[in-house]
């Protein structure tokens, strides 16, 4: 492996890397505005400018390839310098809006001004005016005026999308990113521009003005509208300082991950965070009588641990019903496994999940399921409910919301009704609601923790992207508690207390998981 | 008078025709180098020639052309680059007009060279009569079997084609202008690669300029120690210097490298027009930096231009009288670079329009004291630093016009 010297510091690279991506690996910033690791170099923003020793010039960071012994100068006075022109030519031209810019904060102009600027302005010229709010795409809005021309998003749809929506127009200082007259980005993944715009020129229409990047807290995650699994981060603020409301998300990004979604999430995912709040279950009631009372998880598991107990004793194991979908976690699958089949003989299990949509052939799957090959490897034996199959039940437990989509309402309703005890574990209102003995509002995905294994058979594990509100609790939580609330198998269920731990039991019994 | 080599037969009539041109020893050359060389030996004869690139890099053509790999696959191209874009350069339209068929036995000569059997004429669309001229010339040489399949019987077979520019001086840096060719927006490319390696659609290729292809003949005929007599030993060959400005008699004037620029100015050109005084000279097209009155005792090529801080470029002369104001000279020159900033880099793109913008307030009687170094800060930051070689192509001259005649400038100055 060659090794080069960055400011004295001896480090060992990778063949093949460039000085920028061997410097990053060493820790070492080099500041680049138009470079970007998914796409070729570019060249062109001149910021990654380095000092080799032995070369007259500053050479490029971005496009030199690295070389056994190459000395190279990544903070000598020459390249600060050379920084220092690029970020006053950028300046000149650049309006002082950021007090109004939704990239502020997150700037890479501003950060690199801040770091080795800090000169003043001696531009004395009249700016060049352009347009402020071109719209560009379906939820892009282009401010000329912003631009640096680094060009990421013209590579982006040549390279990634492959659709060449948009270029270079005019020459010199009147070059602009054009596209064709109207007919404007609209592709699954161009929410991407907004989030690779080095600086405030390409913002997001969804995001645009709502509140200040500094405020927002970013949370990784993993996203669960598809079945691929795309890694993410959300970034959510707890409303204004002063009148604190529940934590809201703002933003979904992409984050990186070369195995499952590269730099790049669909806007499917992107734009698909308002089901976090819209017709949240926020109430665990009981409905007796036809009168509603809430109640604690505690007694709730009560009455739902007699009511399970009793038909098990009495030999009715058959009388229990699960509904699961695949929107579950593998612990919340393997829990539902191990407690209602294996440890009390249940054996009707069904399934209900959410339907599918359309795919295309990069990232968003048809399925719209976040762990269907979680719930195939870990084999649980389910199938489609079929309303018929729902009669002659006195137990029927309901995991997730989707029920009431796939079916009509007044056979579904006629179904449950023949069912004594129903209780619905679900995190959104839907008819259903009307149709069950118990709500216990759960968690989505995105508010709780543990793994899901996407399409290509990748076990991913998350943490709360979001904080959970309400009165409910996450299903594994549920199905632990109903586990010790009816003694089974004590020994093994009473050890476990945490997502990772049911991971690990998994792990023991499931081969594909180890 | 010295010997013309390239602008010999210039006053003959009708040279442009294929029987002319044969009538004065015309693809005689061809006939040798096909007929009696390997294509090892006739690169080793251009090579030795010490044949410098005349498009303005200066770049030994025989070593280019050794760059190009013979062991791959692909095709390989040649580009003629005649865009000559660069401002006070027209000494290639001559060579075109008057002598196409020389530019075109240069061109199966190096194709043969360096194994190439497709070769494009970039020529810049201004010159359409020039682009006709040659289209007529490449048909004349297929009917005579010099183009085409199996040329002269030999078994080699190259076709040559016409490309017109649509007007961007960018499209006559190299890799600009093989995008250019390509189809695309003319954006300079990132080297390395170089083109000798991947160039015109991916594919090995040589580009050479106009003038440095029209000297292939010659090699091949008379060999490399003669070329190198017409010239200096390590610039071999004549120039084809183009004169324009205040002087007597302007225009193109064939001379071994090496000559006098004052002898140029003052015998070939006939010296200052009508009694005026000589201010300066930029004595290698525009981009090269500006000599001052007594800074032209030079010999013109390339490496006694480069000892004196300016370059012989494309060889091309402006002369420049005292009469002539030096911010008229710096405002044409400022605003010729922000115009033809292809935009691609930000140095360049936003360097040379503030320079302009900083010019035009001094020519509106608006400078400030601190403008002539505010100009000088922004050239320094531009050179060296940007993509492709316009952005010291527009900081060089005004670095040194700023730096020359620093005094005149001031004298531009508002002084309220």
Redesign the interface.
Same mark, same amino acid.
């Given at each position: 492996m060659p090794r080069v010297f960055f400011d004295d510091r001896s480090v060992e690279v990778a063949e093949g890397l460039t000085l920028l991506r061997a410097a990053e690996s060493a820790g070492i910033h080099i500041p680049h505005f138009c470079y970007h690791p998914a796409f070729a170099p570019e060249g062109s923003c001149r910021m990654c400018l380095v000092e080799i020793e032995g070369l007259p010039k500053l050479e490029l960071a971005c496009s030199t390839l690295v070389k056994d012994g190459l000395k190279v100068r990544t903070m000598s006075p020459k390249v600060v310098e050379a920084r220092k022109g690029v970020l006053e030519f950028l300046l000149a031209e650049h309006p002082l809006d950021c007090p109004i810019c939704d990239k502020a904060g997150e700037c890479k102009l501003q950060d690199y001004f801040e770091e080795y600027g800090l000169f003043r302005s001696q531009f004395k010229e009249r700016k060049e005016r352009r347009e402020k709010k071109f719209k560009l795409g379906r939820n892009l809005i282009l401010d000329r005026e912003r631009c640096i021309l680094c060009t990421r998003c013209v590579r982006f749809l040549n390279e990634i999308t492959k659709t060449e929506d948009a270029g270079i127009l005019n020459r010199g200082i009147y070059s602009e990113v054009g596209i064709f007259e109207s007919e404007f980005i609209d592709n699954n993944y161009s929410g991407n521009l907004a989030q690779i715009c080095p600086v405030g020129a390409i913002t997001d229409s969804d995001f645009r003005f709502k509140t200040r990047v500094w405020f927002l807290e970013s949370r990784e995650s993993v996203c669960s509208l598809c079945s691929r699994g795309c890694n993410i981060i959300m970034d959510s603020h707890p409303g204004h300082p002063r009148t604190p409301r529940p934590r809201r998300v703002y933003r979904v990004r992409a984050r990186l991950n070369p195995d499952v979604n590269s730099h790049w999430i669909c806007d499917y995912g992107r734009y698909g965070y308002a089901y976090l709040d819209k017709d949240r279950q926020d109430k665990l009631v009981w409905k007796k009588g036809g009168r509603e009372t809430r109640l604690s998880w505690d007694k709730a598991a009560q009455i739902l641990a007699e009511k399970i107990r009793s038909l098990v004793l009495h030999k009715k194991n058959s009388r229990i019903g699960v509904i699961l979908h695949a929107n579950l976690t593998n612990e919340e699958l393997f829990l539902a496994d191990r407690l209602f089949r294996r440890g009390l003989g249940v054996e009707k299990f069904f399934l209900a999940d959410p339907p599918p949509g359309e795919g295309d052939d990069f990232l968003l799957t048809p399925d719209r399921t976040a762990n269907r090959r979680g719930l195939q490897e870990i084999g649980l034996p389910v199938q489609a409910p079929g309303l018929e199959a729902l009669s002659g039940l006195d137990l029927l437990l309901i995991f997730g919301h989707y029920l009431a989509a796939g079916t009509s309402p007044a056979g579904l309703e006629n179904a449950l009704d023949k069912v004594e005890t129903k209780a619905l574990f679900s995190s959104h209102k839907t008819g259903l609601d009307g149709l069950v003995d118990f709500i216990i509002p759960v968690p989505v995905i995105a508010e709780k923790k543990g793994t899901l294994t996407n399409i290509d058979g990748r076990v991913q594990a998350f943490a709360a992207g979001l904080d959970f509100e309400g009165d409910g609790l996450p299903e594994w939580r549920a199905l632990l508690d109903l586990a010790k609330e009816l003694r089974v198998e004590t020994k093994y269920f009473w050890p476990l207390t945490s997502p990772e731990a049911v991971f690990r039991a998994l792990q023991k019994e499931i081969p594909f998981y180890k | 008078m010295e010997e013309k080599v390239l602008t010999r037969h210039f006053g003959v009539e009708g040279l442009f025709r294929i029987e002319v041109y044969r009538e004065q020893g015309g693809y005689k050359a061809v006939e040798k180098a096909l007929k009696q060389m390997t294509p090892a030996a006739v690169l080793d004869e251009v090579k030795k020639a010490s044949l410098r690139g005349r498009g303005g890099a200066g770049f030994p053509a025989g070593v280019k052309w050794g760059f190009v790999p013979q062991n791959v696959p692909k095709p390989r191209y040649l580009c003629v680059n005649a865009d000559e874009g660069e401002p006070g350069t027209f000494k290639d339209r001559y060579l075109m007009n008057h002598n196409p068929h020389l530019l075109l036995e240069g061109t199966i000569i190096a194709s043969y060279a360096v194994g190439i059997h497709a070769a494009f004429i970039y020529i810049r669309g201004e010159y359409e009569a020039v682009a006709l001229r040659l289209e007529a010339a490449i048909d004349e040489a297929c009917r005579n079997g010099y183009l085409g399949k199996n040329i002269l019987g030999t078994g080699f077979d190259l076709d040559v084609v016409v490309h017109r520019g649509a007007g961007?001086y960018i499209c006559g840096e190299e890799t600009a202008l093989l995008e250019s060719l390509e189809g695309k #927006?003319g954006?300079p490319r =990132?080297k390395p690669p170089f083109p000798a390696s991947v160039g015109l659609f991916q594919c090995p290729t040589v580009i050479n300029n106009v003038e440095t292809l029209s000297n292939i003949p010659f090699i091949v005929q008379n060999g490399a120690e003669w070329f190198i007599r017409q010239g200096l030993p390590k610039d071999g060959g004549t120039r084809v210097f183009g004169v324009s400005g205040m002087v007597q008699k302007p225009g193109i004037y064939e001379l071994p490298l090496g000559t006098n620029l004052r002898t140029i100015i003052f015998d070939y050109a006939g010296g200052m027009k009508d009694g005026k005084q000589l201010k300066a000279v930029i004595p290698g097209g525009m981009s090269a930096p500006i000599l001052t009155a007594d800074e032209i005792d030079l010999p013109m090529d390339f490496d006694s231009l480069a000892g004196a801080g300016s370059m012989l470029g494309s060889a091309a002369i402006i002369v420049i009288d005292k009469e002539t104001s030096i911010l008229d000279v710096l405002k044409s020159v400022a605003n010729f670079y !922000?115009? /033809? !900033?292809?935009?691609?880099?930000?140095?360049c #793109?936003?360097?040379? *329009?503030?320079i302009n +913008?900083?010019v035009r #307030?001094l020519a509106d009687g608006e400078g /400030?004291q601190?403008d002539i170094d *505010?100009i000088i800060r922004l050239a320094s930051?531009i050179k060296? +630093?940007? =993509?492709c070689p316009l952005g010291d192509a527009a900081a060089l001259p005004i670095l040194s016009i700023c730096q020359k005649f620093r005094r005149e400038l001031e004298g531009y100055l508002s002084h309220a």
């Open positions: - | 961007a #927006r954006h =990132l !922000s115009h /033809e !900033s292809c935009g691609q880099c930000t140095p #793109r936003i360097g040379t *329009a503030w +913008k900083i #307030r /400030e601190d *505010a930051n060296g +630093k940007t =993509l």
